[in-house]
């Protein structure tokens, strides 16, 4: 089971030599990759039409960019697996996320993983020329065009929303095509599946990035049965878990892990926001700790 870090986008602020310490020191640790969120702009939660903000996030809150972030990092790191989890795909140009994505494994010599999920963010949708409504639908034709975009020098296809003439990145990734992971299909705080996006994932992703919790493996099961029932061995289908410290205390760890082991989670990754950690040496302690759990 891989070890991945959640990159405390909230918490650890603007400055570039804290954001490389922090890369360097989660890879002596022995990390096999960093996870990062992708949220381009925060509302102010005074909004015009009077309704209340229910987002999780707001203007105020800080946000490094995935792919800018990567690059930079590229040159820091020599081991660790960088992957956007997740590009909100559906606000974004899709031969630009390709082309981006592309040259971060280009970067990493061939580390990095695309993880993207449809959003919930209307603001942004708004401000990034996009329609929030067809969201669903069009992830998937976007997903068919950064493959296509990532295995075949020359693209020439007509799409629902994309056309493309005769035309290719260049340099293509290592990695063709770069694995596209998904998050979504499950609501943690309801312990409630989201069905069309479940089978969605089962049916194209190369992995779950899942919000499941210890306790409830019904999703799991279920995941997996979609995998199966789609045609696919779903023992070739990532499926990447997440311990969230402001929610389980250190001396539980032991006991998510062993239960992400034994459900066949292939990736681990620790979230250290909202934890109360004080500054970044107290992220690097805990993320210390929770490798140990891993590791042993």
């Given at each position: ?15 570039p ?5 922090y ?8 990390y ?25 996030y ?14 930079y ?6 081991r ?8 909100v ?10 082309k981006?994505?592309?040259?971060v ?12 999920a ?5 603001v ?42 005769r035309?290719?990145?260049?340099p293509l ?29 089962a049916?194209i992703a190369?992995g779950w990035?899942?919000h499941?919790?210890p ?6 099961e279920?995941f997996?049965?979609?995998?199966r ?10 499926l ?5 410290a ?9 006991a ?5 082991r ?6 681990v ?28």
């Amino acid at each position: 089971m891989k070890l991945g870090a959640v990159f405390p986008q909230l918490e650890i602020g603007p400055d570039p030599a804290d954001v490389a310490r922090y890369a360097r020191e989660i890879e002596r640790m022995g990390y096999d990759h960093l996870v990062a969120y992708d949220h381009v702009l925060g509302a102010h939660p005074d909004r015009p039409d009077k309704r209340p903000w229910r987002g999780a996030y707001t203007h105020e809150s800080l946000f490094h960019e995935p792919f800018v972030l990567f690059g930079y990092l590229a040159g820091i790191v020599e081991r660790l697996e960088l992957t956007p989890a997740v590009i909100v795909l559906p606000q974004r140009q899709t031969a630009l996320v390709a082309k981006q994505a592309a040259e971060v494994d280009v970067l990493t010599r061939g580390r990095t993983r695309l993880g993207v999920a449809v959003g919930w963010n209307a603001v942004e949708f708004e401000a990034l020329g996009e329609d929030f409504h067809t969201r669903g639908r069009r992830i998937e034709e976007q997903i068919a065009v950064l493959r296509a975009l990532w295995t075949e020098p020359v693209v020439d296809l007509t799409g629902r929303w994309h056309r493309i003439t005769r035309a290719g990145l260049n340099p293509l990734p290592v990695q063709r095509p770069i694995p596209v992971w998904m998050g979504g299909g499950y609501l943690a705080p309801r312990k409630e599946i989201v069905e069309p996006a479940l089978r969605r994932i089962a049916r194209i992703a190369d992995g779950w990035l899942t919000h499941v919790q210890p306790e409830d493996e019904r999703p799991i099961e279920h995941f997996r049965e979609l995998v199966r029932a789609a045609g696919r061995d779903d023992a070739r289908v990532g499926l990447e878990g997440r311990v969230n410290a402001y929610a389980v205390g250190a001396d539980r760890w032991p006991a998510h892990v062993e239960w992400w082991r034994r459900v066949g989670a292939t990736h681990v990754e620790l979230n250290t926001m909202g934890a109360g950690y004080r500054s970044l040496d107290e992220h690097l302690e805990a993320l210390a700790r929770f490798a140990h759990v891993v590791r042993g």
